[in-house]
């Protein structure tokens, strides 16, 4: 992984965006050396929305599960206290409410101190323009929002600035947004790139920045002119499967609690933002030597212009914060493409003193006895990392301390045994790395559950309905391969399946990235796999990973693939009710 790291930092040029994430939409400017300074041009007019598609619902929003999203968006609800026009935080949880539950809300990197942006402490003034909204409304009401807002800004000419933070879907890159209702099912609502596009209208500089999976999706959508900030890309890589999924990632779990501290994505651009209050001179040295040009500006009437913003963004990604920072593959896109106009003009984000507001956040030191490996670009531990795995070895949690639970006695007992051992054969099924945001809350429960911490009978029955819908998910894969008399790919079954080998299969049948994204959107279009509901987590991405691989690899046509898929649809009933009698949500 650090050879690769080390790769993308070799191939940055920093006139050209697209060699570090950036998204050109007009090809005539492919080959446009952008400035990097400006004239200032900054306006204090922003009008901010943002909007957190966590709930409560089965304690989803703990520290220890999705409450990484939570982190994310009071951590830009302090930073930005006080800017711009006009500014709406929509939630579904009181900040009251989420304190006196799960007590506080930490942000940023294991391996540095971390910054308290929730506790009690912060009550007495509290966050600013945080509007409650009901977990069944928060979709519609966001889009209301959304184009109250757009509105406004255009009667006076202001920027809107729009943050998301929630899980993201891999087939169309809309976000989830609180929960909806179906009869006796409850379902996550999902907002469509369509819908959002109707909202704001045309006209008007809007600037998205979002931590959701597959946001890449909003930066290439060539009907969708807005500037972006995206964590992660449109899908899975087809090149290097085995740690470039298209997912965002939080920071691992802490030893201590187990508390999930953030995204890394949100960290780099809180210190980006921190750094552009300094000069370049007094910046990371690594940071000033990569921009040694913009270092011997005279600073005092030019500013930096967006994409040498960008570009801050992604060296502190790879030479402060992870050493891992290939995995990411971050994009952005530029309203209009004007990469060359001055930042905060560019992005809608004020001009604040964002270094001393950060730093007035009460700090956590860090936990140097923690097992996990460090992704401290400066540690030079290479143990465990996503390419020191061996190919049989499908993740970081190791388990195999069922006996150290420390409930000995009754049903109890017998329950977490029961899911510990469910535990071990998801684990030993290759579901993907432990901190990509779809495998984030189960992994760190089934890591504290295999340390023996204290379990109620719900929280068991939760973790086993997420390991029980991805297992028997992986079963009903095989059997639609079989119906259709398709072979699986690498000829084993989904549950002996490693991703990995995706690289094998795009070099024999030369299967682009964007080519392998379209079959899974394909896949998906097809329903075979209804989105889990909240017992059962999110959606489990490998399972259409898997049949898009069988698809490319018997080198269909596209005629051919819809052919098939309608077979497998024709097939869905009887191979759920043979294979997999109650599973509730398939």
Not at 201 to 217: E, H, K, Q, R, W
Not at 230 to 256: F, L, V
Not at 343 to 360: E, I, Q
Not at 386 to 413: D, F, Y
Request: glycine residues 6%; negative net charge; proline residues 6%.
């Amino acid at each position: 992984m650090e050879e690769l790291g080390a790769e993308v930092l070799s191939k940055v040029v920093l006139s050209r965006p697209t060699t570090y994430g950036g998204i050109v939409k007009n090809p005539a400017l492919l080959d446009k050396v952008f400035l990097t300074h400006t004239v200032p041009d900054i306006l204090p007019n922003t009008r901010i929305l943002a909007v957190c598609g966590i709930t409560d619902y089965e304690d989803q929003a703990c520290p220890d599960e999705d409450g990484w999203f939570i982190s994310d968006f009071y951590a830009f609800n302090f930073l930005l206290r006080g800017q711009g026009a006009a500014q709406s935080w929509l939630t579904t949880e009181s900040p009251k409410y989420l304190v006196s539950k799960y007590k506080e809300y930490l942000h940023g990197a294991p391996h540095k101190p971390r910054k308290v942006v929730l506790d009690n402490d912060m009550m007495s003034d509290g966050p600013q323009s945080v509007q409650l909204v009901s977990r069944h409304s928060l979709l519609e009401e966001f889009l209301s929002t959304l184009k109250q807002e757009c509105t406004a800004a255009r009667k006076e000419n202001q920027p809107v600035l729009v943050l998301m933070f929630g899980h993201g879907d891999a087939l169309s890159h809309g976000v989830y947004l609180g929960l909806e209702q179906h009869g006796e099912e409850t379902l996550y609502p999902l907002l469509e790139m369509d819908k959002f596009k109707e909202a704001i209208g045309d006209g008007i500089a809007v600037t998205i920045l979002s931590t959701a999976c597959y946001s890449g999706g909003w930066a290439i959508n060539p009907k969708l002119n807005t500037t972006t900030f995206a964590a992660a890309r449109p899908g899975q890589s087809a090149e290097h499967p085995e740690y470039i999924t298209g997912e965002s990632e939080s920071w691992s779990p802490s030893k201590s609690l187990g508390r999930v501290c953030g995204s890394i994505f949100a960290t780099s651009i809180i210190s980006a933002l921190a750094a552009e209050d300094a000069p370049i001179a007094e910046r990371d040295p690594k940071i000033a030597e990569s921009n040694e040009a913009e270092a011997a500006a005279s600073e005092q009437d030019r500013s930096h212009t967006f994409r040498t913003f960008v570009n801050t963004i992604h060296q502190i990604l790879c030479t402060r914060l992870d050493k891992w920072s290939a995995t990411h593959d971050i994009r952005f896109s530029a309203q209009d493409d004007e990469w060359s106009m001055e930042w905060h003009a560019r992005s809608g984000l004020p001009l604040s003193h964002y270094a001393s507001k950060w730093d007035t956040l009460r700090e956590i030191p860090t936990h140097p006895s923690s097992n996990l490996p460090s992704r401290d670009p400066r540690s030079t531990n290479t143990e465990n990392g996503p390419n020191q795995l061996p190919r049989g070895t499908p993740g970081s949690l190791w388990l195999g301390r069922a006996g150290s639970a420390g409930i000995t006695q009754g049903k109890l007992a017998t329950m977490k045994a029961f899911v510990l051992g469910q535990a071990r054969l998801y684990m030993s099924s290759f579901p993907g790395r432990d901190t990509v945001a779809s495998n984030t809350s189960l992994h760190n429960a089934i890591n504290m559950l295999s340390q023996g911490r204290p379990f109620t009978f719900e929280k068991l029955a939760k973790v086993h309905s997420q390991i029980e819908y991805r297992l028997k998910a992986m079963d009903v894969a095989d059997f639609y391969l079989s119906a259709v008399g398709l072979a699986s790919p690498g000829n084993v079954r989904c549950s002996q399946w490693d991703i990995a080998s995706l690289a094998d299969i795009a070099k024999e049948r030369r299967v682009s990235s964007e080519h392998f994204q379209q079959m899974v959107s394909t896949v998906g279009k097809a329903n075979l796999f209804p989105p889990a509901g909240p017992p059962q987590g999110v959606q489990f991405p490998k399972v259409y990973n898997f049949i898009a691989a069988a698809l490319l690899n018997a080198q269909l046509d596209a005629a051919t693939v819809q052919v098939v898929l309608q077979e497998m649809v024709s097939s869905k009933a009887k191979v759920i009710a043979e294979q997999v009698d109650g599973m509730s949500r398939i």
